[in-house]
């Protein structure tokens, strides 16, 4: 398992056309969900535009687009919990990405190996699943 | 594997319970994907509104809501190509749902088992994965 992601795409002008073949909605945002690539856990999903689908496509590393932060959004920068992307898949109307991943750590900024930890039991939302470390440790006290 | 489904919250109260927990967006919808329980295969993204959560819930067969239509999506109604929902995970943040189904033949209306076939090779968007069945076996000619 190497820790340097290999580009996607190296050609510039070979990314404008796949980013061209996307249907970014009114907010210039398409949702992008992040799959472990061998366990096929869905870890993720979050939000990328042009621009954070072009560095992930040149980089071979998940960018996504805050929109609470209004600005890139390089998954791992603070937390070093970063992406690896593997392989990225288009949907048939082209409007969802689906990000292949080899994820180092957690995904969830609570500290979970995946955000979608929460599931009806007995008719409540119950969590089933623990972090595997502290928010703190994460991003600093 | 059984061709009939099992509710996955029976009391409405309870439902009504969980639906309060999620952040439906300004539209009142939020994206649920949809995923083979066993494979992990990732079938499809679509979207929900209060009322297709409710059904989904209490029926445990998928209803989405159709942005296009403008009405529930009763997955498979037309098509026969529905999904039993095993289980269903709700996000850290409360706006994006994961359900974990039994696919009956293909998720995509283009015949292919899952949405997500377009990725880029060599620089170009490619089809890796062939159709099924024909669209015009699954909503006639």
Known sequence: MTDTPSP????????????AAVRFDMRGLVPAIAQQHDTGEVLMMAWMNEAALDETLATGRACYYSRSRGGLWRKGETSGQHQEVRDLRLDCDGDTILLLVHQHGVACHTGRRSCFYLAPREGELSEIMAPLISPERLYGA
Not at 8 to 19: G, K, Q
């Open 8 to 19: 996607l795409v190296t050609d510039p002008a070979a990314r404008a056309r796949i980013l």
